[in-house]
């Protein structure tokens, strides 16, 4: 999902809670402690940004949301899954996202990490893939490549051990070359399929992919770096959180994507493969 859909998702819950409580909007924002303007871009779709973290959590507490509802990550209002914690927003200068994911992944070696990625995963992606879509987000190719060998070198390495979740359609949608994929050659497609099909099997099992159906099961892109973060991709910033609560909300979270996957690690590579 990128920013435009988590921000619409964002959007429409903001907009059930306003009719909800019956206020106008100003006395709305005013028991949120925001402006009455900011209260109207927001629900306006103006602006594709969600707002503070602390403007999150006054939301969330003020009408007895969870902040997973509120931002997508469960279709479930209630308490259970709160995420009170400490909360950042990391917005990366131009070109840094790649060394602030590296700092996270170097500071969890040695513990799972656990990965829902927003398409295909960027170790897995293929040269050609990385530059036609460096093209369609103007991008640098150079640095997503090089990137992208950074995060394989690390998923290589002994004490690694990585899980990713992901719906099957994202990638039946890539072989069909729909979506953002629809200027993507079916031979670079196809290329691209055999090679992660290859990474997947030479990583096994320290690299383990779920596959599950999107149809039933719902995720926004996030990564749980071992015990003590979880950083949530929200198109050009990092919703992260650093405190124990919230990285076993996500966990459990994750937990029931892999409970859901209906294609397993040992089977991930054959299916690919059948998909070109």
């Known amino acids: 999902m990128d920013k435009r859909d988590l921000s619409a998702l964002f959007r429409e819950r903001l907009a059930r809670l306003v009719e909800r409580s019956g206020q106008t909007q100003s006395a709305f924002a005013a028991g949120v402690h925001v402006d009455r303007s900011a209260l109207s871009q927001l629900l306006s779709g103006a602006t594709v940004r969600l707002p503070r973290a602390e403007t999150l959590l006054a939301i969330a507490e003020r009408h007895g949301v969870s902040l997973d509802w509120l931002l997508g990550l469960s279709h479930d209002e209630g308490l259970a899954g709160e995420l009170i914690a400490s909360m950042e927003i990391e917005e990366p200068e131009e070109g840094a996202d790649e060394t602030l994911l590296a700092r996270w992944h170097a500071e969890a070696a040695g513990t799972k990490i656990r990965y829902v990625p927003a398409?295909?995963?960027?170790?897995?992606?293929?040269?050609?893939?990385?530059?036609?879509?460096?093209?369609?987000?103007?991008?640098?190719?150079?640095?997503?490549?090089?990137?992208?060998?950074?995060?394989?070198?690390?998923?290589?390495?002994?004490?690694?051990?990585?899980?990713?979740?992901?719906?099957?359609?994202?990638?039946?949608?890539?072989?069909?070359?729909?979506?953002?994929?629809?200027?993507?050659?079916?031979?670079?497609?196809?290329?691209?399929?055999?090679?992660?099909?290859?990474?997947?099997?030479?990583?096994?099992?320290?690299?383990?992919?779920?596959?599950?159906?999107?149809?039933?099961?719902?995720?926004?892109?996030?990564?749980?770096?071992?015990?003590?973060?979880?950083?949530?991709?929200?198109?050009?910033?990092?919703?992260?959180?650093?405190?124990?609560?919230?990285?076993?909300?996500?966990?459990?979270?994750?937990?029931?994507?892999?409970?859901?996957?209906?294609?397993?690690?040992h089977e991930a590579a054959g299916w690919v493969r059948r998909l070109s």
């Open 119 to 265: 398409r295909i995963p960027d170790l897995l992606r293929s040269e050609a893939v990385i530059a036609y879509e460096a093209s369609r987000q103007n991008r640098d190719a150079g640095h997503e490549r090089e990137a992208a060998r950074e995060r394989l070198d690390y998923s290589r390495r002994p004490e690694t051990d990585m899980e990713v979740a992901m719906p099957r359609q994202t990638l039946e949608t890539f072989a069909a070359g729909g979506g953002v994929w629809s200027g993507l050659p079916q031979a670079a497609r196809a290329a691209q399929l055999a090679h992660m099909a290859a990474l997947i099997d030479d990583l096994y099992p320290t690299f383990r992919l779920f596959l599950f159906d999107g149809r039933a099961r719902f995720s926004v892109p996030y990564t749980v770096f071992g015990p003590k973060r979880v950083a949530l991709y929200v198109g050009d910033m990092y919703l992260v959180l650093n405190a124990v609560e919230p990285v076993r909300t996500f966990t459990r979270h994750f937990d029931g994507l892999i409970r859901a996957a209906i294609i397993h690690p």
